[in-house]
């Protein structure tokens, strides 16, 4: 038995991982899918939120595993688990990126979004300076986040994607050899990512080597068109 803790990305929250979770506990596997300040239905004003609050929320949820578990974060949530990952390096087994952001030390995903990576998500993100938030249109919803998705699924995110906080994206990490450097990493890519293409996957891991290094024949969003496949390299790479 394994311990996992899920966190989700950018616009999304726990509700995410429906296809994933089941499958997970019915293997015998304890799951925690915390759910980041104002995303999903937490009811904390966007303006208000920090980043510090996002890794907070994460660290919650390894304080309460039974053993050491996994750590999982998705796109934007990789952000989240890379701080964490150094301020509970002695309480996680490994942290695993899906399809997520790799800051190296010192980078924020401001910096990484500098970087100009091809993303088919650029045109439509809505920034909303007033509320301090960044929403996504549904057109791009559905090219750069769901192309391979069933019907079904992408009407369920449609209905849930909410702005989020556009705050916490320009804080860097601050990371330490001992600290997350002790941590093992998977990397999980998605090779028919248009959110983030998949050469910007691999080119962040030039920065930030991970020694397991896993692949999904799939868009950004596997937990809903490969919840299966996704499950089992979940599991290999929480048994090492």
Do not use: I, K, N
């Amino acid at each position: 038995m394994s311990s996992f803790v899920l966190v989700h990305g950018s616009w999304h929250g726990p509700w995410c991982w429906y296809r994933v979770v089941p499958r997970l506990r019915e293997a015998g596997h304890q799951v925690r899918t915390p759910q980041l300040p104002a995303h999903g239905v937490d009811p904390t004003a966007a303006a208000g939120v920090t980043f510090a609050d996002y890794v907070d929320r994460v660290c919650a949820a390894v304080d309460e595993a039974e053993e050491p578990p996994t750590l999982v974060g998705h796109s934007m949530g990789g952000h989240a688990v890379t701080q964490a990952t150094e301020d509970r390096a002695a309480d996680l087994g490994r942290v695993v990126y899906l399809a997520a952001f790799l800051p190296a030390d010192g980078q924020s995903l401001t910096d990484l979004d500098l970087s100009g990576y091809g993303s088919e998500l650029v045109d439509h993100v809505v920034p909303d300076e007033e509320r301090g938030t960044l929403a996504l249109d549904p057109e791009g919803a559905v090219e750069g986040l769901y192309h391979d998705c069933s019907d079904e699924d992408v009407a369920l995110a449609q209905s849930l994607l909410r702005p989020e906080p556009a705050g916490p994206r320009t804080v860097p990490v601050d990371l330490s050899a001992s600290g997350y450097g002790s941590v093992p990493r998977t990397y999980v890519e998605c090779t028919d990512d248009r959110s983030l293409p998949v050469a910007f996957q691999r080119a962040m891991r030039e920065s930030v080597p991970c020694e397991d290094v896993r692949s999904l024949e799939t868009s950004h969003s596997p937990f809903f068109s490969a919840p299966d496949e996704l499950v089992g390299v979940l599991e290999a790479a929480a048994a090492g």
